[in-house]
């Protein structure tokens, strides 16, 4: 990838990881409503490896592949939250939904079900499923999404950075133990689902293949699961916070 000057052929990168752009936009549409149009994904994929060809040259090394894919997911999740592409409204549903599983959690001492969860949130099975396939795209979710870090993401901290602040990466790892923590404790169907749409990448359809149900009712188990793990991460992360601070 360099060329006879001893330089990196942009071009040649661009070639090289324009499809990893296409697959990881495509992957982005199956959670996102129809309203969003692939073709800006892409574009603002595109934007995002450019950034990481220009970063790369800073000296990122064999891990550039990684590090870009990151740079174009952040790019392509900066345009949507740039747009402002899910209402209000949704986002408060999804935050009551959150809120709702994290009481129950406390007074059962385990995972709530969803009739539990609507019954708490005072509508039928029915509607809360509604809000949960209405909610689609605002479980846009990573480790790295849930480090909350101005625009720099975990990536960006720890491959480029040789200064890094030992307490800031504890606080991270400590993020990730909670996040697989609270994996381990979703019921079985959710996370089957997640580990089939995050370690095997299996689109929506072809998990609904796997699993027997609807690419909605897919949709509705992925969008629970990330409440559920929303709920844990922020709130688990919150107490420790508060607890350092009063320590």
């Not at 592949?65 to 408060?92: C, F, H, I, K």
């Not at 404790?185 to 370690?199: D, G, H, I």
């Not at 929506?204 to 690419?215: F, S």
Request: charged share 30%; net charge negative.
């Amino acid at each position: 990838m360099y060329n006879a000057a001893g330089q990196i052929n942009k071009d040649q990168l661009i070639q090289r990881f324009a499809p990893l752009v296409k697959r990881i936009a495509y992957h982005l549409m199956a959670r996102l409503p129809s309203s969003v149009q692939v073709d800006d994904l892409i574009q603002n994929g595109m934007m995002g490896l450019l950034d990481a060809i220009n970063r790369f040259e800073a000296g990122m090394g064999a891990q550039f592949e990684t590090y870009a894919a990151q740079r174009v997911r952040g790019a392509m999740l900066d345009g949507l939250r740039e747009n402002d592409w899910l209402p209000r409204s949704l986002r408060r549903d999804f935050r009551r939904i959150e809120v709702a599983i994290s009481q129950l959690e406390q007074e059962y001492g385990r995972t709530p079900s969803e009739s539990e969860l609507a019954e708490t949130l005072g509508m039928t099975l029915a509607e809360y499923q509604k809000m949960l396939q209405d909610a689609r795209g605002h479980q846009l979710i990573s480790f790295e999404d849930m480090i909350d870090d101005g625009n720099e993401d975990f990536l960006e901290r720890h491959l480029s950075d040789d200064s890094n602040e030992p307490s800031r990466i504890l606080e991270d790892e400590g993020l990730r133990k909670l996040l697989v923590q609270g994996i381990e404790l979703l019921p079985e169907r959710e996370k089957l689902m997640m580990a089939l749409y995050y370690e095997q990448d299996l689109n929506l359809r072809e998990i609904g293949e796997v699993m027997g149900v609807t690419e909605s009712r897919v949709c509705q188990l992925h969008s629970q699961a990330v409440a559920r793990l929303r709920a844990r991460v922020f709130g688990d992360a919150g107490l420790s916070k508060k607890a350092r601070k009063n320590g």
